[in-house]
């Protein structure tokens, strides 16, 4: 793997990452790989948006309702297969390459960004 190329502060402001609560999950049998529709809550200012996310190797649909997650939410909508992915779901690969979520330890404001 290759350095990363340095950026500006300016730039990675630019990423808009939030913590978001998932409130439903949903299998997803019409994507190409294993995945999940994801509804999280953002909070009053973002509200609800839905994100697919391949993480069926470590997270139940049980698990991951009421988890809290973090994502980013100023990327364009992904269409992917017949559903429209608001946000990106952030992880991980573990060694082999299943994904492991990005989240929080402590209990903070839903729609809170990351700094």
């Not at 978001?20 to 973002?46: H, N």
């Not at 991951?64 to 990327?75: H, I, M, Q, S």
């Not at 299943?98 to 404001?109: H, I, K, M, T």
């Amino acid at each position: 793997m290759s350095k990363p190329a340095p950026i500006s502060f300016d730039d990675f402001m630019k990423v808009d990452v939030r913590i978001g609560q998932v409130v439903r999950c949903e299998p997803f049998p019409e994507a190409r790989k294993p995945a999940y529709k994801l509804t999280i809550d953002f909070g009053p200012d973002i509200g609800t948006r839905r994100s697919s996310a391949q993480i069926t190797v470590y997270y139940t649909p049980e698990q991951l309702v009421g988890r809290r997650v973090a994502a980013v939410v100023n990327f364009p909508p992904r269409q992917i297969g017949p559903f429209m992915s608001e946000v990106l779901t952030l992880g991980f690969p573990d060694a082999d390459g299943a994904v492991v979520l990005v989240g929080v330890d402590r209990d903070v404001p839903l729609g809170g960004r990351l700094f």
